[in-house]
C-alpha cells in the first residue's frame, strides 16, 4: 500500500523553491461515504504556481494547478508544508509513479478556459487511485497532477489590449508550456526519491496539439531555446477531441463541416499568422520530419490514445483519423508507437472536461497499464 512521505522539495535554485512555496495546500473533500454528514479528503490542490520564477512579476497565465492524492481516507486535517510536495512511497519496486499533466484547449485564445478546468477529471482520478480505495491490483501509483495556464492569442469576442498574457502568438503558447513542465519536473525529480517515475501529458483541443508539439524539438522546429527540450518525455501522449491537422481542415474540410471554416481560420490565423507553411509545420498529421522516431529513440514502448466524444460539435471525427492514419503509417516503417482510439459518448466538445468522467475512464486506464 502506498503512503505518502512529506519530503520537502530540495530544489537547487532558491527561485523555483520560493515559487512552488508562494501557493498553500488546500484540501479537496468528497462527502464520507460512512459518515453521510462528514466530508473526506481526497487529495491536496496548490493553484497559481508561477512557474517562471526567476520573472520578478510573473504573468497571470504563466502558472500551473497541482494535485495530489491524500495520505489515506483518514488523514489528517493539517495541511502539508506548502515547501513540500507529498510523494506517494513505492516500496513495490516493479511500480511506477505516473504523473498526469493536462494542457487545457481553447484554439489557443479563448481565456474562459484555464488550468483549473482539469479540475473535474482530476478529482475523479484521485477518487481512483486514492490510496485507500486504490485497487491493490493496480499496477502503478499515481503520485499527482499537473494543469498548466499558457499565454493566449487575442480573442475578437474578449478584447484585452492591456493584458500581455493574452496577445501573444505561436510559439510563445508552446514556451509556456515547455517552460511550466520544466519547472514541474525540476520539482518532482528534487523531491521524490527514485528514478522510477513517468508522465502522462495529455491534453484537450488545442491542447492536444500542444501536447505533441512538446516532444519535438523546440530549436530546429520552432527556433525556441534547446534547453526547453524536456529532460525527461512523456510515456504516453493522450489527445482527447484533438486538432492534429489545421491545414487539411481549413483547405478541405469534411463533408458537412464547411461552415466551421471561418472560425478554424480565424483562429489559426491569430495563433500561428497568415504563412500557412506554419500552419503545417505545427501541427502533428502535418509536420515534416522525425518527431515520433524521436520520441520513441528516448521512450520505447511509449503510446498515443486518442480520445474522441462522438457528439463533438466544434471537432470533425475526420481530424483523430488523420492523426490515426499518420502515426500507422510510421508504424509501417518499424517504428512501433502503439495508438488507440476511444470513441465515448462524452457529450460535445467541451463537456468532456466539464463532467471529467470520460477523461478520468480513460487517463486511469492509461496510468494502470503503464
Ligand atoms: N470553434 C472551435 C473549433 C475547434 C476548436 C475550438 C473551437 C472554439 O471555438 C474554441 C473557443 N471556445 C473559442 O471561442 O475560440
Redesign the pocket.
Known amino acids: 500500500m502506498a503512503q505518502n512521505s512529506s519530503s520537502s522539495v530540495l530544489l537547487t535554485f532558491e527561485a523555483d523553491r520560493a515559487a512552488w512555496s508562494s501557493a498553500a495546500w488546500t484540501p479537496l473533500t468528497v462527502p464520507d461515504e460512512a459518515a453521510p454528514d462528514a466530508t473526506r479528503i481526497l487529495g491536496w490542490c496548490k493553484s497559481s504556481i508561477p512557474y517562471l520564477p526567476s520573472q520578478q512579476r510573473p504573468l497571470p497565465l504563466q502558472t500551473l494547478d497541482v494535485w495530489v492524492p491524500a495520505r489515506n481516507a483518514t488523514s489528517s486535517t493539517a495541511p502539508p508544508e506548502p515547501s513540500s510536495l507529498p510523494v506517494p512511497s513505492c516500496e513495490d519496486q516493479e511500480k511506477v509513479l505516473v504523473w498526469i499533466v493536462y494542457i487545457h484547449?481553447?484554439?489557443?485564445?479563448?481565456p474562459?478556459?484555464e488550468a483549473d478546468s482539469f479540475g473535474p477529471a482530476a478529482k475523479e482520478l484521485l477518487k481512483r487511485f486514492t490510496p485507500a480505495t486504490s485497487r491493490s491490483s493496480s499496477k502503478n501509483v499515481l503520485a499527482g497532477l499537473a494543469s498548466l495556464n499558457y499565454r493566449l492569442s487575442p480573442?475578437p469576442?474578449h478584447p484585452a489590449p492591456d493584458r500581455p498574457d493574452r496577445n501573444v502568438r505561436h510559439p510563445e503558447h508552446l514556451r509556456d508550456v515547455l517552460t511550466g513542465l520544466s519547472f514541474l519536473q525540476r520539482v518532482i525529480f528534487s523531491s521524490t526519491p527514485t528514478e522510477n517515475i513517468e508522465f502522462i501529458l495529455t491534453g484537450h483541443?488545442?491542447g492536444a496539439t500542444l501536447s505533441f508539439q512538446s516532444i519535438m524539438s523546440p530549436l530546429t522546429r520552432f527556433s525556441l531555446p534547446p534547453n526547453l527540450s524536456l529532460c525527461k518525455k512523456p510515456m504516453a501522449i493522450v489527445g482527447f477531441?484533438g486538432?492534429y491537422d489545421l491545414a487539411g481542415f481549413i483547405h478541405k474540410p469534411p463533408k458537412g463541416w464547411e461552415g466551421?471554416v471561418p472560425?478554424?481560420e480565424e483562429?489559426t490565423r491569430g495563433a500561428f499568422g497568415d504563412d500557412e507553411r506554419v500552419w503545417r509545420a505545427v501541427c502533428p498529421a502535418s509536420a515534416e520530419g522525425d518527431w515520433l522516431g524521436e520520441w520513441l529513440e528516448e521512450k520505447k514502448g511509449a503510446k498515443v490514445v486518442l480520445g474522441i466524444s462522438k457528439q463533438d460539435s466544434?471537432?470533425p471525427r475526420e481530424q483523430m483519423v488523420v492523426m490515426r492514419e499518420c502515426l500507422e503509417r510510421e508504424k509501417e516503417k518499424g517504428r512501433g508507437v502503439e495508438v488507440r482510439v476511444v470513441e465515448g459518448d462524452w457529450g460535445d466538445?467541451?463537456e468532456v472536461w466539464q463532467s471529467g468522467w470520460g477523461m478520468a475512464g480513460v487517463l486511469g486506464d492509461v496510468v494502470e497499464e503503464l
Open positions: 484547449g481553447g484554439a489557443w485564445r479563448d474562459t478556459i480573442h469576442n483541443s488545442c477531441n486538432l466551421h472560425p478554424y483562429f466544434l471537432v466538445h467541451d
